[in-house]
């Protein structure tokens, strides 16, 4: 593992604290008039998804922990278990619900996900940022409505709700942001 400076941690590096990996959502440099100055950082935690801030003192070091990832394709879910293929070694792996930290409702088929792995060990799944979905159930728009006035909720073909525009209607391909699970656009 690489030590690094406290100086040099930037947003997205990833940091290794008590044995555990995380990610650096915010760091603040804090030079104050009196006394030396110092680092105040928010961590998120690559296992649980906790946020965590913390305080470093300017001339700390801290262990760089390395993240592995590896693309999965999307099978099927059995029980407690969804089902990835991986796309190098077409190797079948099965991970267990919580380790998708609440992912698995834009799980759709066929779709390739990233895999983090730190010290061989899986901590996460990530899905690609925007994902276009089709709409199963929404209640029917009605004529007039336009983008600005209001919206309306609507189910994914994964299951998932999401808030849509009141001119949506079954069948309409959507683009959602995965990480927020909300409505982007219309897809093509």
Known sequence: MATIGINQVKVGVTIELDGNPFMVVNVEHVKPGKGSAFVRAKLKSLKNQALLDRTFKSDDKIEEAFI???????????????????????????????????????????????????????IGVTLPNFVVYTITHTEPGIKGDTAK????????????????????????????????????????
């Not at 808030?163 to 897809?187: H, M």
């Open 68 to 122: 592995e990832e590896r693309n999965l394709q999307y099978s099927y879910h059995s029980g407690d278990f969804y089902h990835f293929i991986d796309t190098e070694t077409y190797e079948d792996l099965a991970i267990e619900k919580d380790k998708l930290h609440e992912t698995d409702k834009f799980l759709k088929d066929d779709l390739v996900v990233t895999a983090m792995y730190y010290k061989k060990e899986l």
């Open 149 to 188: 006035s209001g919206t309306k909720p609507a189910t994914l073909e994964t299951g998932a709700v999401v808030q849509v525009p009141l001119f949506i209607d079954v069948g309409t391909k959507i683009k959602v942001d995965t990480r927020t699970g909300g409505y982007i656009e219309r897809a093509v």
